[in-house]
C-alpha cells in the first residue's frame, strides 16, 4: 500500500505558513513593549527565524506519512520545544510577538501530529494567556486576554484534523481506484492466457493426434526395417513402403494445418504473387456483380480494370503481416466489385524502411464516411474487420472517401524485427515448393 503523504495542497499551505509567520516577525519587530526600543528585538526574532528555518529545511513534514507516528522527542519534539522557548522570551520584549502563537498551534500540530501536537497546543495556549493577562493586569482584569488564544488554539487543532481526514479519504479513494484497475487488469490478462492456452491446447491435440502419432509409425517402420536388412529384402522394402506412406499422410497433415493458419492465396507463394491472384479474381467477379448495372452506359459489362504495384525494394515479411495484407486486398476489393460500380482499381504495395503500406484505390462511386450505413443493408463488417486487423498488428487503417469521388484504402503495419521478416516468409515459401 502507498504511503499516504501529504497531497501538494498542503505542501502550498505550509508554504503560506512560513510567509505567515516571516510577516509576523515583522509585527513583532515594530510593536515592541514598552520602554523596549526595536532593535533589541532583533536578536531574539532572528534566533527565532533561525530556529524556524532550520527545522523546516530538515524536518520534511510534507514528506512524512500521515499514518506514521509522528512527534518524537529528536527532532521534531526537540525543534518544537526550542521555538516555544525562544518565542515565550520574544513575548517579555514584543507584545507582537503574541500574534504567532496561532501560526506556531498549526505547525505544532502539523510536525507533532494528533495527540502530542494537542498537548504541544495547550502549552502554547497557557503561555499566551499569561502572557496576555500580565500585560493587562494593571489595567483590566478580565478573562478576555485568555479567550483568543483558546479560540486560536480551538480552530488550529480542527482545521488541521479536518484537513487531514480530508486526505485521508481522498488518498483511500485513489488507492480503491488503482486497486480496481490493477483487478481489471489482471482480469484481462487472465482472459487472453485462457485463450491462449485453449488454442494451445487444440493445436496440441491435433498435433498428438496426427502428426506425432505417425512420427512414431514411421520411426517403428524404419526400425523394423533396419532389423530385416540383410535378412529379408522383401519384408525391409515394405516396411519402408509403409513408412514413406506415412510419411505422405503427415505432409498432407502438415499442409492442412498451414492452409488453417494462414489465406489460401499465400500458399506456397509470395505476397505480390498472391495480390495479382486476388487481382485476377476480382477481374473475374466483377462480371457477375450486381454493381455491373451501375456502370456508364455502353461499357462492357464487369470492365474492371484491376492494377498491381509496388514501391520501393521487395523483400519478405512475417506470415502475420502478410495475412494481414492479404485479408485486407481481399475485403477492399471485394467493396469495389459489390459497391462502388469502378472502372479501375490499383492495388500498390510499399516497402518501408520500417513499415510496409497497402494501397487500395478505386474511380467508383464512392461514399460518405460519416454517414452511418442502414440497419438493413447487407455486409458492412468489412472496415470494422479491416481496422482490428491493422491494430492487431500495431498498425492503422484510414479510408478516404467521397461520394462520386472514389475511394481510397491504407493500411500501414509497423515490420521492426528484420530478422523475423528476412526468414519467416522464406522458409514457408521454400517448405511449400518442397512439398509440391
Known sequence: MRAQTLPSVTRRLLV????????LLVVAVLRTSDPVPPWVTVLPIAVFAA????GRATIRVHDTP?????????????WITALIVSWALLLQLSEGALWIAFPLMLLQMHVLGPRRGVLAVVVTTVVAGIDGMLQR?????SVAPVIGPVVGAGVAVAVVLGLEALVRESQERQRMLEELARARDDVAAAEREAAVATERERLAREIHDTLAQGYSAIELLLRAAGGSVGHDATRARAYIDQARS????????????????APADLDGTTLLAALHRIADRTRAAAVTSPAAEHEPAGAAPGSLIVRVRTSGRPRPLPVQVEAALVRVAQSALANVVQHAAARHATLTLSFL??????????????????????????????LTAMHSRARELGGSLTVEAGPGDGTA???????HDEDDADTAAPTRATQHQGDR
Do not use: K, S
Open 409 to 415: 484504402v491504407a493500411v500501414r503495419i509497423p515490420v
Open 137 to 141: 493586569a494593571p489595567t483590566d482584569a
Open 51 to 54: 530556529l524556524y528555518g532550520t
Open 16 to 23: 503560506g505558513l512560513d510567509v505567515l509567520v516571516a510577516g
Open 66 to 78: 500521515l499514518d506514521a507516528a509522528r512527534g518524537r522527542w529528536w527532532p521534531a519534539g526537540a
Open 353 to 382: 524502411p520500417d513499415e510496409v503500406i497497402l494501397d487500395v484505390v478505386d474511380d467508383g462511386r464512392g461514399f460518405d464516411p460519416d454517414r452511418q450505413a442502414p440497419p438493413d443493408r447487407p455486409g458492412g463488417f468489412g
Open 246 to 261: 506415412t510419411a505422405q499422410e503427415n505432409l498432407a497433415e502438415a499442409r492442412r494445418f498451414v492452409r488453417a493458419l
